[in-house]
């Protein structure tokens, strides 16, 4: 089983499938289905190695050997279980388009990490030494799945987060889904002041495997998550994008309102 790698050849209108296999409906494509299944070639086996390791230069940590296979089995048991939920859908929906295969895989995200029995274990966090000036920022990210599709790209991505570790203040410019799949998160909600400033509206504690959706993003959707506890915690995140290392999923960067921190401040 190969993991799904971007490749230059690729189509607008193609829906690819990730498991490398010949798609039922190659050769099928009509009037009323635009949309055609194509099957690529399997990637070598190092294409994978070299993109985790170009990735780790930008935002992933990096993995020692042993971690690395770890990462790699998660990857592909997660390919697994999405190549088994396209076939349904291809003997389902043969006329389906990817937009609405990718809507299949956010809502069966549950199913896909336990299934595929997602292991946090080989995972560590990008900054570890609690004394370095980005540790609190320092959490670890790792692409476990992309699907390039031009018309309806999505990833999957596992957050890792030490103790007392989370991200910034953020929006995000795609729907986008959390699932906590290990320990517990702290989520707080804000409302934008300013384009640059943000005030605290909700704080809420997220237990193991709860889920959050942001999928109108019409809608205020500005948030941080953070670690509270003594033991690592971390999230799968689903974007409505390609997972490629330069795709972002952050939208803007938001400062605590200056007023709210000032009051914070005087109620420690």
Same mark, same amino acid.
């Given at each position: 089983?190969?993991? $799904?790698?971007s490749?230059s050849?690729? @189509? /607008?209108?193609?829906?690819? /499938?990730?498991?490398?296999?010949p798609?039922?409906?190659? *050769?099928?494509q009509?009037?009323?289905? $635009?949309?055609? #299944?194509?099957?690529?070639?399997s990637?070598p $086996?190092?294409?994978w190695?070299?993109?985790?390791?170009s990735?780790s230069?930008?935002?992933?940590?990096?993995?020692? +050997?042993?971690?690395? +296979?770890?990462?790699?089995?998660n990857?592909?048991?997660?390919a @697994?279980?999405?190549?088994?939920?396209?076939?349904?859908?291809? @003997?389902?929906?043969?006329?389906?388009?990817?937009?609405?295969?990718?809507?299949?895989?956010?809502? &069966?995200?549950?199913?896909i990490?336990?299934t595929?029995e997602?292991d946090?274990? $080989?995972?560590? /966090?990008?900054?570890?030494? @609690?004394?370095d000036?980005?540790?609190?920022?320092?959490? *670890?990210?790792? #692409?476990?799945?992309g699907?390039?599709?031009?018309?309806?790209?999505?990833?999957?991505?596992?957050?890792?987060?030490?103790?007392?570790q989370k991200?910034?203040?953020h929006?995000?410019p795609v729907?986008?889904?959390s #699932?906590?799949?290990?320990?517990q998160? !702290? +989520?707080?909600?804000? /409302?934008?002041v300013?384009?640059?400033?943000?005030r605290?509206? +909700?704080?809420m504690?997220?237990?193991?495997?709860?889920?959050?959706n942001?999928?109108?993003?019409s809608?205020?959707n500005?948030?941080?998550?953070?670690?509270?506890?003594?033991?690592? &915690?971390g999230? !799968?995140?689903?974007?409505?994008?390609? *997972?490629?290392?330069h795709?972002?999923?952050?939208?803007?960067?938001?400062?605590?309102?200056r007023?709210?921190?000032?009051?914070?401040?005087?109620?420690?």
């Open positions: 089983m190969s993991i $799904p790698q490749f050849t690729r @189509q /607008s209108g193609d829906f690819v /499938s990730p498991d490398g296999l798609s039922p409906l190659e *050769g099928t009509t009037q009323t289905a $635009p949309i055609r #299944l194509t099957s690529r070639p990637p $086996p190092d294409i190695r070299q993109k985790n390791t990735a230069q930008h935002y992933e940590a990096a993995l020692d +050997e042993k971690s690395h +296979e770890g990462h790699r089995s990857q592909e048991r997660i @697994q279980g999405i190549a088994s939920l396209r076939d349904v859908f291809v @003997q389902d929906h043969p006329d389906g388009a990817p937009a609405d295969f990718r809507k299949v895989v956010e809502s &069966s995200l549950e199913a990490i336990k595929a997602f946090t274990s $080989p995972y560590t /966090s990008k900054i570890s030494q @609690q004394d000036a980005d540790f609190i920022h320092g959490y *670890g990210k790792y #692409l476990l799945y699907a390039d599709n031009l018309d309806a790209p999505f990833c999957l991505q596992y957050f890792h987060f030490s103790p007392g991200t910034p203040i929006d995000h729907p986008c889904t #699932l906590v799949v290990r320990g998160l !702290v +989520e707080r909600r804000y /409302s934008a300013s384009g640059s400033e943000a605290k509206i +909700e704080r504690t997220r237990p193991y495997f709860d889920r959050k942001f999928l109108d993003i809608l205020p500005i948030h941080s998550l953070k670690n509270k506890q003594a033991e690592f &915690s999230s !799968v995140h689903f974007y409505y994008i390609d *997972g490629d290392i795709s972002r999923a952050v939208k803007s960067i938001f400062l605590k309102a007023k709210e921190e000032r009051l914070e401040n005087e109620t420690q």
